[in-house]
């Protein structure tokens, strides 16, 4: 066939009815030329016309090949099938609907979660070479993943051979002031290769020079499009204007696109010289705030290839600056992973469970296409004996499947794209990335291949059924005598929707379990009616210690004097959940730690004396801070628990003298606290820092003032709802200090859900899914056991008629479902203990095999099937015999 | 009937052209009637079959047809080769007559 004779062929689908009345017409007249001849040598015309019919081998047949010839018999028994398989979903609307409402919400679900994966962690990072990229951590003994210091920065750029570039980044977050009220911007100081090593080009303007990522460099600025079309208009003018962050006027350079995406999604909105900053804390090699390195690895260099290399440029550096380095190394994590790589695990197991619903589903839909089949039984044997061949009517039942499962994905694509984006609204931080999450070509062609494979799925065996059917049988009793076979395929199929719905249950029971356990995890503090924000400081406060430390009197009394307010304490050092500060400390009279791997670390807190009220922690033994500790006063310090097990074990710690390395104190310990779980309620109890210590705020050295004045927490305890009180603290500040900015405002209670935000999104997921199983797994039952009580009426009308008991008849029904359940059940549980160790990863308090989970959702799941079973079942018992047996 | 042999696939096509080739513009029953003639009536053509391959060449774009009159004044469909037509024909007969002769050095290996 060449190509010409394909087109002509593929368009004579379509139009053939002018050329078949021309074909009509030719062999009309083909006959009649015939007839002439055969006249002219002396046939009666009648004759003449049977001889010519019979030369041409019948009319039809000749129609019949010249039509093969004229279109393409494939694609027109295709369109002849799909017409066909429209009508028969026409006349079934009940069928049709639930058929396709089981697979658009399979599909969808599907949909929705592969278009989430796909988002997250399948497409690339929006930067060019995105795969080279590495995020490079400072591996110490307090932190396999920690800062990095500047100057081993500095030291890792200059002595690498495996990257093209390096760049480091801190965040910090700036007032906004100027025009209009004083907001806070998210903001980056970053190195002068920071945009160059992602390879992002701004808009507008130029990138920082190496220059200006000096002390002493000129103050300048780069904005995201963002801000520059919200504040600035978008105008081009903008490169000659300035921008006051913080006090500081900057000359903005350059704008950045406002597509630029970094670890917290599209919020950065300025970004400074990182080099400029001359505070000596930040150049102390031992003292890393909250540094991180970004480096582009060189064309054709492995990552394996650059650990080696920066490998050895950390054994350089120990050797150098021994104090600092010893026993420091580095860690290097692809990009990508370091920004979505928790998330991964949780995301596959939701995805597994999703492709189990949709396996469910397929299940449901194949149940309801034998059913259907079993009653078009007669239909396939008398098209099957008026010659179509077995072949052809597998393809029409095929068709038909296909037909639903692409509609049944039509309209779960639409389900995914509206449930995807309200999923993500109500649960936004629960995955990184979820700005990026769209429905592409990618999830379009899962959708499609998932569709059509769902239709063969589902499709395949009510097809195979019809393979070879009994002919004389089915034409002389319509479905009844193929039914034996038919329900074994259904039994099948039943169990294993309740096997696959145990599954589901189990995995959600687990998560249900686990977030259960983390509520019940003490935190330490009370969470309930308190509150916690930010609060940078007037910018120009300058460095003088003792005016900032007034300046923090005035907070903690401002909002101390609201009504409402409880207790308020302001917190120099990490919130808990939210971040950390280390810092060495050792007994007095043992002698200073050499280098950092040799120290005893502890997490640092510098507070007030309403801070234990303030947070609700327990005070063990001895005192808390008071008012009476104040700059002027002896040093003191309040460890936790923790601190006192651990350095303290069998002695008393207070009274003790200790020394708090970096800051240089050597305060008497006058109290123990209980312990606060910093690092959430899960990681706690593994992080490599526990131990906690509280140094009167207003005890931290002169030169570090300037430091606390930078960013200070703060937390209230209120006396009702934690919420309403934002307001007023926020007023009482601003009219305090017009200059101040409150940002970051969460109630504790939010504080902690924050750190269980992808536990609780897996939670609500798998719940649904799960529940979604159920529904449907006892739909499947209670229409097979419906099927089992019409294929027996006669049976049971006769048993009931020869004096049987309503009640064994119900027995008899039900005994039939709860055999079909537990089989599921039984099956069920050995594939949940198989698959949940997948889980471990994701759950927390609670074995994946726990006996209380798998009981409870088993109990559950035979409950709820056997109601489902218990209606056909009823329907049994009020058989009334003499119609039953009439019917035979 | 049926004294006659069938025709064989793909060699139908052929004798159609060929028939083309001698007489110019045919209709199906002349393109029919001249093929049993020219076999001397050795072939038996299921007229049936002629109509799907007249198809298929005209597909091909080998042949053309258009409306005319018959000798005995009927309307018919007359068929007639085109330029790519005759260019077949000389390809599908040296193609033929080749191997023809091979399977006739097989049919009597003394010969050659």
Avoid at chain 1, 605 to 615: F, I, K, N, Q, R
Avoid at chain 1, 679 to 705: E, H
Avoid at chain 2, 12 to 17: D, E, R, S, T, V
Wanted: with cysteine; net charge positive; glycine share 10%.
């Amino acid at each position: 066939m060449n190509l010409r004779s394909f087109l002509l062929r593929v368009a004579g689908v379509f139009r053939s009815e002018r050329r078949d009345r021309e074909f009509q017409a030719e062999l009309e007249s083909h006959i009649q030329l015939h007839i002439d001849d055969f006249v002219r040598s002396g046939m009666s015309p009648a004759e003449a016309r049977r001889q010519a019919l019979i030369k041409l081998g019948g009319i039809e047949q000749a129609r019949e090949g010249w039509r093969r010839q004229h279109g393409l018999p494939a694609i027109e028994s295709l369109a002849q099938d799909l017409r066909y398989a429209i009508r028969a979903m026409r006349k079934n609307p009940g069928f049709t609907c639930i058929a396709l409402l089981t697979l658009t919400l399979g599909i969808g679900a599907n949909t929705a979660l592969f278009s989430v994966v796909n988002g997250v962690l399948l497409n690339p990072l929006p930067y060019p070479h995105s795969e080279q990229l590495a995020i490079l951590y400072q591996k110490s003994p307090i932190a396999d993943q920690g800062a990095v210091s500047y100057l081993n920065f500095l030291d890792w750029q200059r002595q690498n051979e495996t990257f093209s570039s390096m760049a480091a980044f801190r965040w910090q977050s700036f007032n906004l002031t100027g025009e209009g009220e004083p907001t806070r911007v998210s903001g980056h100081e970053v190195s002068a290769d920071f945009f160059p090593a992602l390879d992002v080009k701004p808009v507008l303007g130029r990138l920082f020079t190496a220059d200006e990522d000096r002390v002493g460099g000129a103050p300048v600025a780069l904005i995201g499009g963002g801000l520059w079309k919200t504040r600035y208009g978008s105008s081009p003018t903008v490169l000659s204007r300035g921008i006051t962050l913080s006090g500081v006027r900057y000359t903005i350079i350059g704008v950045i696109p406002e597509s630029f995406l970094f670890y917290n999604g599209y919020g950065t909105q300025v970004w400074t010289p990182l080099g400029q900053w001359n505070d000596p804390t930040f150049r102390d090699r031992r003292v890393s705030m909250g540094l991180n390195v970004i480096g582009r690895l060189k064309t054709g260099v492995t990552l394996e290839r650059a650990r080696q290399d920066m490998q050895r440029v950390a054994h350089t550096l120990a050797e150098a600056y021994p104090d600092a380095d010893k026993g420091a190394g580095l860690t290097l994590i692809p990009f990508k992973q370091d920004m979505v790589g928790d998330i991964a695990p949780f995301l596959f197991v939701l995805l597994a469970a999703v492709g189990f619903v949709l396996m469910i589903a397929c299940a449901n839909v194949a149940n309801l296409m034998l059913a259907r089949a079993n009653v078009r039984a007669r239909e396939f044997a008398l098209r099957s004996a008026l010659g179509a061949s077995h072949g052809r009517l597998v393809r029409q039942l095929l068709s038909e499947s296909i037909l639903l499962g692409v509609a049944g994905g039509a309209l779960g694509l639409a389900l995914a794209a509206g449930g995807t984006r309200s999923i993500l609204a109500i649960l936004p931080d629960a995955v990184p990335r979820s700005q990026e999450i769209s429905i592409d070509l990618r999830v379009l062609i899962f959708t499609v291949a998932l569709s059509l494979l769902a239709g063969i799925g589902f499709g395949l065996v009510p097809a195979l059924r019809v393979w070879r059917p009994n002919l004389t049988d089915a034409l002389k009793e319509g479905g009844r005598s193929v039914a034996g076979s038919r329900g074994r395929a259904q039994n099948a199929f039943v169990v294993i929707e309740i096997a696959t719905a145990l599954v589901l249950l189990v995995g959600a029971g687990l998560m249900i379990r686990t977030l259960a356990a983390l509520w019940s995890v003490d935190p330490g503090f009370v969470a309930h009616n308190a509150l916690s924000f930010e609060i940078a400081m007037q910018p120009d406060l300058g460095s003088d210690p003792t005016h900032i430390r007034a300046e923090l009197r005035k907070i903690h009394d401002a909002v101390r004097n609201q009504p409402g307010v409880v207790s308020a304490s302001v917190l120099a050092g990490a919130l808990p959940m939210h971040g950390d500060s280390e810092v060495p400390v050792w007994k007095e009279g043992e002698p200073k730690p050499a280098t950092a791997a040799e120290s005893k670390w502890t997490l640092f807190y510098g507070a007030e004396p309403d801070y234990l009220t303030a947070m609700g922690i327990h005070l063990l033994s001895g005192r808390f801070i008071s008012e009476a500790d104040s700059e002027h006063s002896p040093e003191v310090v309040v460890v936790d628990d923790y601190f006192a097990h651990k350095y303290f074990a069998g002695e008393n710690p207070i009274g003790k003298r200790i020394n708090v390395g970096m800051l240089d104190l050597k305060p008497e310990i006058i109290g123990v606290v209980g312990h606060v779980k910093q690092w959430g309620l899960d990681n706690d109890s593994t992080a490599k820092v526990q131990a906690q210590i509280y140094v009167p705020c207003t005890q931290i050295p002169d030169r570090f003032m300037p430091l606390v004045g930078n960013g200070i927490s703060m937390v209230v305890r209120t006396a009702k709802d934690p919420d309403a009180q934002i307001p007023s603290v926020r007023k009482a500040l601003a009219s305090n200090n017009a200059q101040q900015v409150v940002y970051g405002a969460e109630t504790l209670e939010e504080v902690i859900a924050g750190s269980l935000a992808a536990r609780q999104f897996s939670m609500v997921l798998l719940g649904t899914f799960a529940a979604l199983a159920v529904v449907l797994s006892s739909i499947g039952i209670y229409g097979v056991i419906s099927y089992l009580v019409g294929q027996r009426i006669q049976e049971i009308g006769t048993r009931i008629a020869l004096g049987a008991q309503r009640g064994d008849v119900v027995r008899l029904i039900l005994g039939r479902g709860f055999a079909l359940t537990m089989t599921g059940v039984g099956s069920g549980s050995v594939l949940a203990l198989i698959l949940s160790r997948q889980m471990k990863k994701i759950i927390y308090g609670v074995s994946p095999s726990d006996p209380a989970t798998f009981a409870a959702v088993g109990l559950l799941l035979i409950t709820i099937a056997l109601l489902a079973c218990f209606v056909p079942a009823r329907r049994a018992m009020r058989v009334d015999p003499m119609i039953a047996l009439r019917c035979e | 009937m049926g004294e006659g042999k069938d025709v064989r696939q793909g060699t139908l096509a052929l004798m159609i052209l060929k028939t083309l080739e001698s007489m110019g513009s045919l209709h199906g029953y002349g393109i029919a009637r001249r093929i049993e003639q020219t076999s001397g009536d050795l072939l038996s053509v299921n007229y049936g079959t002629l109509y799907p391959a007249l198809l298929k060449l005209e597909q091909e774009g080998y042949i053309a047809s258009e409306w005319g009159i018959s000798e005995n004044n009927r309307r018919a469909r007359y068929y007639r080769l085109t330029r790519t037509g005759k260019k077949q024909v000389e390809r599908e007969t040296r193609e033929w007559n080749e191997t023809a002769a091979i399977v006739a050095r097989f049919l009597n290996p003394e010969e050659s």
